[in-house]
C-alpha cells in the first residue's frame, strides 16, 4: 500500500509507504495550518503504536482535524493530540464468509458475513444509499454476477 503521489509532494518527512509524517494534532511537521489525514498521513497512537490505514481511522482524524481547525479560528484552546478507538474489525473471506471481531465479541462464517454486510450498509449516508446499495448485493449474491470495477487514467 502506498500513499497519494500528492503527500510525496507535500514538505516534511515520509515512511517508507510514502506518508506524510504528522504532529500529534494531525498537522504537517513545520506547518501548523496544514493537516493531513486518511491514506497519505503515517499517524501514531499512545505508545508509538501506528494507527491502521483503516476507514474508521481517518474518518475520527478527519473529524479531529476540523475541531482543531474550528478552535484554531475561533481562538479557543484546540482538542490537543489525535487519539484513534479502535472499535473492532470486520472482513469478508468469500462468497458468504466473514470474520467479526470487537471487545470480546466474535463471528465467523455465514453469520459473521450478514453482520459485515448489515454494518456496511448502516454506515452509508442516506437511506436511498442504504436501498440502493442492498438491493444490488442482493441481486449479485442471488445472480452470481460480479460487477466490472475499472479504473481509468
Known amino acids: ?10 514538505a516534511g ?15 504537517l511537521q513545520g506547518h501548523p495550518n496544514v493537516f493531513v489525514v486518511g491514506d497519505a498521513a503515517s499517524m501514531t497512537g499512545p505508545a508509538g503504536v501506528p494507527v491502521p490505514g483503516i476507514a474508521p481511522a481517518a474518518k475520527q482524524a478527519g ?10 479560528v475561533a481562538g479557543r484552546p484546540t482538542p490537543g493530540a489525535f487519539r484513534y478507538r479502535h472499535a473492532g474489525d470486520l472482513a469478508t473471506i468469500g462468497r458468504s464468509a466473514a470474520v467479526v471481531r470487537f471487545d470480546g465479541f466474535r463471528l465467523t462464517g455465514w453469520l459473521g ?5 448489515l454494518a456496511h450498509i ?6 436511498r444509499n442504504r436501498v440502493a446499495v442492498a438491493l444490488d448485493w442482493s441481486w449479485s449474491w442471488l445472480t452470481r454476477q460480479r460487477h466490472v470495477r475499472l479504473i481509468i487514467g
Open 1 to 10: 500500500v502506498a500513499a497519494s503521489p500528492l503527500a510525496a509532494d507535500l
Open 13 to 27: 518527512p515520509h515512511d517508507r509507504a510514502g506518508r506524510s509524517v504528522v504532529e500529534e494534532d494531525l498537522s
Open 63 to 72: 473529524r479531529h482535524a476540523a475541531l482543531v481547525i474550528e478552535a484554531q
Open 113 to 117: 458475513w450478514v453482520f459485515w454486510g
Open 122 to 127: 448502516y454506515f452509508l449516508i442516506g437511506l
